[in-house]
């Protein structure tokens, strides 16, 4: 059974940074991409982010990129988001997220992530 937990939400003003951790178990974590997106009140889920098994390669969304980084420990089982010049537009529940296969039958895509923690609140003010 996997699990993933979220922490490192909360309230930042416009301008700030906040890292967000997210602690896998269950399975074998260094063999799986990991994820990141995030929903606000009325809008659908974004994919904010995504990380190779190995670290090897990166996705971005346009929205985020040059401002949120993502990387991965394989030694802790965890997957970071760093996210820096935050705006009030990126105000949202943040979930991390993983495939259900294995690296050499999963992509970075957003319909590959089908595990999914119970998401960390993050609140940019203006």
């Known amino acids: 059974q996997v699990q993933l937990v979220e922490s490192g939400g909360g309230l930042v003003q416009a301008g700030g940074s906040l890292r967000l951790s997210c602690a896998a178990s269950?399975?074998?974590?260094?063999?799986?991409?990991m994820g990141w997106f995030r929903q606000a009140p009325g809008k659908e889920r974004e994919y904010v982010a995504g990380i190779r098994w190995d670290g090897g390669d990166t996705f971005y969304a346009d929205s985020v990129r040059g401002r949120f980084t993502i990387s991965r420990d394989n030694a802790k089982n965890t997957v970071h988001l760093q996210m820096n010049s935050l705006k009030p537009e990126d105000t949202a529940v943040y979930y991390c997220?993983?495939?259900?296969?294995?690296?050499?039958?999963?992509?970075?895509?957003?319909?590959?992530?089908?595990?999914w923690g119970q998401g960390t609140q993050v609140t940019v003010s203006s």
């Open positions: 269950g399975r074998t974590f260094s063999k799986y991409n």
């Open positions: 997220a993983t495939p259900t296969g294995p690296y050499y039958s999963s992509g970075l895509g957003a319909n590959e992530f089908k595990y």
